[in-house]
């Protein structure tokens, strides 16, 4: 018996209980398709204390988060109920169906989040404040979908893996090595508005007027115009355990970078950034995947890990859907389950920086051209064609698949991995295929037509029928709560914004005892 069955075998008594959630991000915009310049809307709750709804860099960027479930369903209708929540607070605004966004105003025009005036409060502004100064702001209005995943406490000694730490850091090294298949799969930004990109060099191609593309790209919001940087591709970090994982945090975090040195901390009164290093927080570090702890209040995240261990893993690769009214299908929450159920019980062997070079490059050549023919991957320093390697990995997952369908019931996960498997061969039912096809037949080429037309389509879907009126209640209570909850920090503080700031970021606040 190889050790992937028997390591499956060990761990099946739990597969109904695995554990996941969804963070899912979009833009509000007008009913024209033009980025909302609304606050965030009251009636939502406090974006800073609200357990399930905020914002991500811009108060026009909503952030819905569900609880943890132990079934895919339940998870996903959550998130529904969210949606459907959120539409009746936003008057006629829409969520934008895309995670590339929609035609954007001057950088100065758009809105960043605001989440009151407690210190924690401040310092969440003041972060995005630097990442606009850094990045740009257009670049921060990119949304995606955050999958996060666990077992259950229980089932690592049952399924006999005796330390978790090793074990969350060997699913994540094989997640980086095959990541650049769920771009494949499910990549859906093959186009971006050209107002995306205005001011910016780039290598992409005219579609249409106002519309740029790349003919065989999967998922642009992973390649080059999306989350990275010269200064985070200086950073070259090591996923062989926690202890190198946060030592090459904490160096990102203790090392000062030029160019944000002449951007300086402050102008006056006015924060410009928190720090001065090449991360100012832990949560500016881009990985398509990290280690997770929930944290206590005015914890570092790194301390958290550092201190108490994994708890769960975030997949951040995911775009949103545009073929799916809250921006993932079922279907690809199975295959997610399957495919990183793959990545825990797969041998996984130490990475290198030779193989975190391939595992980049790989990243980049999907991003822009995964749909090309013949086009080849770097594996352990040959080349290897894409379609081949995915009929490998895919093969591979057919018992997990099975041992998941034999654990929840039903034939969702077998039949998710079919999909899968028909995709590699026949690209043009690609997501990203569809999205250019659907462009060009229906919408004259334009992706702020296509993503609008979208957007109408699932506010509509998402309003058939109110909400449950218990639902509905517990709701509007959560968003009561969460105000009261801002008013009773903003009343409590006493520390002045520049101690706490001074105390959060020291080197000690990193410390384990």
Not at 293 to 314: D, F, K, N, S, W
Not at 415 to 422: G, I, M, S, V, Y
Request: hydrophobic content about 40%; charged content about 25%; aromatic content about 8%.
């Amino acid at each position: 018996m190889n050790s992937l069955q028997a390591r499956l075998d060990a761990l099946s008594p739990h597969l109904a209980r695995l554990q996941r959630g969804i963070e899912k991000e979009s833009l509000r915009v007008d009913p024209d398709g033009t980025l909302a310049t609304t606050p965030h809307p009251a009636g939502l709750g406090s974006a800073l204390t609200h357990p399930n709804i905020t914002t991500d860099f811009s108060e026009a960027q909503p952030e819905l988060i569900t609880g943890v479930h132990a079934t895919a369903d339940a998870c996903l209708d959550e998130l529904g109920h969210l949606h459907r929540f959120v539409y009746g607070e936003i008057g006629d605004e829409l969520l934008w169906s895309a995670s590339m966004p929609c035609r954007l105003p001057d950088e100065s025009a758009i809105p960043i989040a605001r989440y009151g005036r407690s210190n924690v409060a401040r310092a969440k502004t003041v972060y995005r404040v630097g990442l606009s100064h850094r990045y740009g702001r257009r670049m921060q209005l990119i949304s995606g979908v955050h999958y996060n995943f666990s077992l259950p406490e229980d089932a690592w000694a049952g399924a006999g893996i005796a330390e978790r730490n090793p074990a969350y850091f060997a699913l994540i090294r094989n997640f980086r090595r095959h990541a650049w298949l769920l771009q494949y799969l499910f990549g859906a930004s093959p186009a971006v508005d050209a107002s995306f990109v205005e001011g910016r060099e780039h290598q992409l191609l005219p579609l249409a007027p106002g519309t740029l593309h790349l003919p065989y790209a999967t998922s642009l919001r992973m390649g080059r115009l999306g989350y990275l940087s010269a200064a985070q591709d200086a950073l070259d970090v090591s996923f062989n355990c926690l202890d190198s994982y946060a030592a090459s945090l904490k160096a990102a975090l203790a090392t000062p970078y030029p160019a944000y040195e002449a951007i300086g901390v402050r102008d006056g009164d006015e924060y410009r950034q928190l720090a001065t290093t090449l991360l100012q927080i832990e949560s500016e570090f881009y990985g398509t995947i990290r280690p997770k702890r929930v944290i206590r209040p005015r914890e570092r995240p790194l301390h958290a890990l550092r201190e108490r261990g994994v708890q769960y893993v975030e997949v951040r690769v995911m775009d949103v859907d545009p073929f799916s009214a809250i921006g993932i299908a079922a279907g690809t929450v199975r295959f997610l389950d399957v495919f990183l159920l793959h990545c825990l019980l797969s041998a996984s062997p130490p990475d290198t920086p030779a193989e975190r070079q391939e595992i980049a490059v790989n990243r980049q050549r999907v991003a822009a051209r995964g749909r090309e023919p013949g086009l080849r991957l770097d594996r352990n320093g040959e080349e290897v064609e894409l379609r081949r390697w995915a009929g490998e990995l895919l093969g591979e997952c057919a018992p997990i698949a099975a041992a998941l369908d034999a654990a929840c019931g039903g034939g969702g996960h077998r039949a998710a991995l079919a999909a899968a498997e028909l995709a590699v061969d026949d690209p043009d039912s690609l997501p990203s295929a569809r999205v250019l096809r659907e462009m060009q037949e229906r919408h004259g080429g334009s992706h702020s037509r296509f993503v609008l037309a979208r957007s109408r389509e699932h506010r509509a879907a998402s309003m058939q029928g109110p909400l449950p009126d218990e639902l509905a209640a517990r709701y509007r209570q959560q968003a009561e709560a969460s105000h009261k909850q801002q008013r009773t920090l903003e009343a409590g503080e006493t520390l002045p914004f520049e101690t706490y700031l001074r105390q959060y970021l020291s080197p000690e606040s990193l410390q384990v005892e």
